[in-house]
C-alpha cells in the first residue's frame, strides 16, 4: 500500500485520530483521553507503512476541532473505500447525507440504500463504518427513534447529537 499519513488532534470532547493515503481519508477514530489512545488502533492496523504528519492533515484537524466546538463544519473529504463492499458504499452514502440536527432509522437508510428490509446489515455496515463523524452513524437511531448502539458508547452518541442540536426536542 502507499504510504498512509496518520495524524490527531485535540479537541473538546478529547483526541481524535486519523489516517489518508493518497486516494483518501482511510479512517477517523471517535474522541478518546489521550494522544495515545485516539493513534492505537491506527498504528496497530498501518504502522510500518505510516508515517506522523500533523502538517498534512491539519486542514482536517481544525474543522474537527470546530466541529466538536459546536460549529457547523462541512466535510468534503475524499473516502478511500478501496475495501468496502457496494452494499456499504451505499449505506455510508446515504449516511453522509443526513443533515446535521437530524436522525435517520436503520431502515430509513436501507431503503435510501436501494435494500429496504435491510435493517440489520445497515447496522453492521455502521459498526464497520471507519470514518465516524465525516460518515455520521451516530445520526442513525432506531425504528423508535431510540439511540441505539454506537463504537463511542451511547453517551457519546447522545452527547453529539445533543451538541447538533437534535436531541434538543426530546429528554
Same mark, same amino acid.
Given at each position: 500500500m502507499a504510504q498512509v499519513i496518520i495524524g490527531a488532534c485535540e479537541t473538546a470532547f478529547g483526541w481524535v485520530g486519523m489516517a489518508r493515503s493518497p486516494r483518501g481519508l482511510l479512517a477517523l477514530t471517535l474522541p478518546e483521553p489521550d494522544q495515545e489512545a485516539a493513534l492505537r488502533p491506527l498504528l496497530e492496523r498501518w504502522g510500518d507503512d505510516a508515517r506522523r504528519d500533523d502538517v498534512a492533515l491539519s486542514g482536517l484537524q481544525e474543522k474537527l476541532r470546530r466541529y466538536? &466546538?459546536?460549529?457547523?463544519?462541512?466535510?468534503?473529504?475524499?473516502l478511500d473505500m478501496g475495501d468496502a463492499t457496494d452494499f456499504q458504499r451505499r449505506v455510508w452514502g446515504a449516511t453522509r447525507r443526513i443533515p446535521r440536527g437530524q436522525t435517520m432509522t436503520y431502515g430509513q437508510i436501507a431503503? !435510501?440504500?436501494?435494500?429496504p428490509g %435491510? %435493517?440489520?446489515?445497515?447496522? !453492521?455496515a455502521m459498526a464497520r463504518n471507519p470514518w465516524p463523524v465525516i460518515v455520521p452513524c451516530h445520526?442513525?437511531?432506531?425504528? &423508535?427513534?431510540?439511540?441505539?448502539?454506537?463504537?463511542?458508547?451511547?453517551?457519546m452518541k447522545r452527547r453529539m447529537l445533543e451538541m447538533e442540536g437534535a436531541l434538543a426536542h426530546r429528554h
Open positions: 466538536f &466546538d459546536g460549529e457547523r463544519v462541512s466535510f468534503d473529504e475524499p431503503r !435510501q440504500a436501494g435494500s %435491510a %435493517a440489520r446489515a445497515v447496522g !453492521q445520526r442513525v437511531v432506531g425504528h &423508535d427513534g431510540r439511540l441505539t448502539g454506537f463504537g463511542g458508547g451511547l453517551a
